[in-house]
């Protein structure tokens, strides 16, 4: 978003309509707004009413150009109050979902596009909203359901690519017992071919990109080596292109993430170091080229040019990502045969998970590495 679509000139209009804040949620000083705005995943955009200081729109995920327009319209329309009808059943939706009250959130999401006449504006945001919060729910037949039935109607826009990678994903996720699980993952995964097969114009490419990660995992959940392999390495193909294309370095990196995953489910991690070097040198500052270095030496069984990479990394990491980069390198250590390394590593790991302050604490996180340094004890 910040390499491609907050720096187009066609959002300049919007300068004076918002007061514009970026949180880099890792600093520990942001943690009282985390603790505030609670963030689900990330990149996640707030428009926040100034008067009562909450949130009345959330959008989770990228966006293209014209999707950050419709938002910021949506989000001023929320703040000045809408008259009556749908528009008022999606207000209220939004301000469930930026709540992070995400089966309210729901049922209002439902309602408002039950209600919907045809041509409705919001209706591609409305939609993906409420896949996102069933997804968190776990709610994944009606995710899938849903994303089924709206795929036709947004097939060529922007959203296509979110609808169909977030369906299949749920769709796959589906318990293995119900009948409706195999139509289901059939129709959605072909909608994900048509998304590749002619991608909307203004679709985002890090939403293409995770299109085929989905289609990949459904060969993978088929038992399909050779179709899995295809899908990643058409995959890789899709990204070396537009990182080729990208018209600046800080641009380039915005895929090297993917790039790295699609290269280690190939079994082929050396690919990656000659996008992650240039990464690193580029930017000497940023902790995540040394840190995805790190991973693809661990998966090259490099394992001290593994922990070097991750040295690197922690000197330059902070915030709850520290954590992400500790567990990587006991894993390292766990990979070398050093078991007492690992362990070491889990302890501070540990430490420094239940070190943070409210907001960037996550109790979830801390009894994760417990029970992987029990397993490791």
Same mark, same amino acid.
């Given at each position: 978003m910040r390499a491609f679509v907050f720096t187009d000139k066609k959002l300049e209009r919007r300068a004076g309509q918002f007061v514009w804040l970026s949180i880099n949620t890792e600093k520990k000083e942001n943690a009282p707004v985390l603790a505030k705005f609670p963030v689900e995943a990330w990149p996640s955009f707030f428009v926040i009413d100034p008067q009562s200081e909450k949130v009345i729109l959330r959008w989770v995920g990228g966006a293209t150009v014209s999707q950050v327009d419709k938002i910021l319209d949506d989000g001023r329309s929320a703040a000045?109050?809408?008259?009556?009808?749908?528009?008022?059943?999606?207000?209220? /939706?939004?301000?469930?979902?930026? !709540? @992070?009250?995400?089966?309210? +959130?729901?049922?209002?999401?439902? %309602? /408002?596009?039950?209600?919907?006449? !045809? @041509?409705?504006?919001?209706? +591609?945001?409305?939609?993906?909203? %409420?896949?996102?919060?069933?997804?968190?729910?776990?709610?994944?037949?009606?995710?899938?359901e849903t994303a089924r039935a709206a795929f036709p109607k947004l097939a060529r826009t922007s959203s296509a690519a979110n609808v169909a990678a977030l369906g299949l994903t749920c769709a796959t996720r589906i318990d293995a017992a119900d009948p409706s699980r195999a139509d289901l993952i059939s129709a959605l995964a072909g909608d994900a071919r048509d998304v590749l097969a002619q991608p909307p114009a203004e679709a985002a490419a890090d939403d293409v990109s995770s299109v085929y990660e989905a289609l990949a995992d459904e060969r993978e959940e088929a038992h399909d080596a050779e179709g899995r392999r295809r899908a990643l390495s058409d995959w890789a193909a899709y990204l070396e292109k537009q990182a080729a294309a990208a018209p600046n370095p800080a641009a380039r990196m915005v895929y090297d993430s993917h790039r790295l995953t699609a290269y280690i489910e190939l079994n082929e991690p050396e690919r990656a170091l000659p996008m992650l070097e240039a990464s690193q040198r580029d930017a000497p500052g940023d902790y995540n080229p040394p840190a995805r270095l790190a991973l693809a030496y661990r998966s090259m069984k490099r394992w001290d040019d593994a922990l070097a990479a991750s040295d690197r990394a922690l000197a330059l990491a902070y915030g709850p990502r520290k954590i992400t980069i500790l567990t990587a390198r006991a894993e390292i250590f766990a990979g070398k045969g050093d078991p007492a390394g690992a362990r070491k590593t889990l302890e501070e790991a540990v430490a420094y998970a239940e070190s943070l302050p409210p907001g960037q604490r996550s109790e979830k996180t801390i009894a994760s590495l417990r029970k992987k340094l029990a397993a490791a004890s």
């Open positions: 000045k109050g809408r008259e009556g009808g749908v528009d008022e059943i999606l207000a209220r /939706a939004d301000r469930l979902y930026g !709540e @992070g009250k995400n089966a309210e +959130a729901v049922r209002e999401y439902r %309602l /408002a596009l039950a209600q919907a006449t !045809e @041509g409705w504006p919001r209706y +591609a945001r409305a939609t993906e909203s %409420l896949l996102f919060a069933l997804d968190v729910l776990k709610e994944f037949r009606p995710c899938a």
